[in-house]
Every structure is written in structure tokens, then in C-alpha cells.
């Protein structure tokens, strides 16, 4: 009898071989190992893209910090004045030393920083009502064609109702059929 067993076992050892060198090969190629399926399920994605509700929040969370920051040396101020009362500041009021102590923080960059606002705001109103007539305009116009549109479709839907009349006997009514042909000459005639 023949031995079959060998046989298998050679088939199963070229096998695992050629996958073995299979697998190599494709690790090759893919450039190694992948994470492992926690660290791939744990990786975050990074937002490369333009998202304006996020740029949003980060503004206001920025504003919010610039005005706490301000608020505490505000505090800061009036403690030290309230500890050694200076000569000039002993007949002010306390609102009116808060306005004193905001313009001395803004200085000359706070005024600059003023002047510049109106004409963004300015700028940014002409901006908006050009959007707003454009916007109107072309909603005019798209009112327009539609309204053309609109007689267009009930001039086809008449023609057609009268191309469609017939006789008690049957026989297209011509009437409609002569008026169309008599029109259709006379537009071509004056084009």
C-alpha cells in the first residue's frame, strides 16, 4: 500500500510555508504591523477642517478670560488703593475711579483699538446690505421667471385644449388649427 500520510504532510508544510512568506510579504508591503485593535479604537482623529462654531466657542472662551483677567486687576487696584488712600483719589467716587482705572489700562491702544471697531462695523453693514439687494434681486428675477413660466404653461395648456376640440362628428375643429398656423407665419414673418 502507498503512503498517503506523507503526502499530507508535505502539502500542509508547503502550505504554512507559502502563507508564512504570504503574510511577510504583505507586511512588506503595508509598511509593518498595524496598532492593535485597543490602540486603534483609542486613537483620535484630528480636526483638520474649517469649523466656524468651533472657532466660535474658542473666541468667546478667549473674550470671556481677557474680561476675568481685567476684572481681577480691577479688584487688585481697588484693594491697593483701599489699603494706602493716595491724595488724589481720596474725593472720587467709586464708580467714577473705575472709569478712571479703565482708561489708564486701555491707553493709547484701547483708543486705537476704538477707532478701528466703527469702520469694520461699517464695513461689514455695506457689506451685508450688498447681500441683502443681491439676494432681493435675484429673488425678483427667479419671481419673474416664474410668472413667466407660469403664462407660458396656461398659453400651451389653451392652445392645446383647442387643438383638441372636435366636431359632434368627430372632426378636429380647424377654427383653432387655422389661428395657430396664421400665428406662427406672422411671428416668423416678423422675426
Known sequence: MKNRAGKDEEQTRSKSKFMKANKHKNMKRLG????????????????????????????????????????????????????????????????????NFENQTN???????????????????????????????KEAIIAAKKEERERAKARRNSTREKMFKRTQKGQPVMKYRIEHLL???????NH
Open 32 to 99: 509593518g504591523k498595524g496598532p492593535s485593535p485597543q490602540a486603534f479604537a483609542n486613537a483620535k482623529s484630528t480636526t483638520d477642517y474649517y469649523n466656524p462654531a468651533l472657532i466660535k466657542k474658542q473666541r468667546e472662551f478667549y473674550k470671556n478670560a481677557k474680561h476675568v483677567n481685567k476684572y481681577k486687576k480691577l479688584v487688585k487696584h481697588q484693594n491697593n488703593q483701599n489699603e494706602r488712600p493716595s491724595s488724589s483719589s481720596v474725593g472720587l467716587v467709586e464708580g467714577e475711579n473705575e472709569m
Open 107 to 137: 491707553g493709547r491702544r484701547g483708543n486705537e483699538r476704538n477707532k478701528g471697531v466703527p469702520s469694520l462695523q461699517g464695513l461689514y453693514e455695506r457689506k451685508h446690505q450688498e447681500k441683502e439687494k443681491a439676494r432681493m434681486e
Open 183 to 189: 400665428e406662427t407665419i406672422g411671428a416668423s414673418m
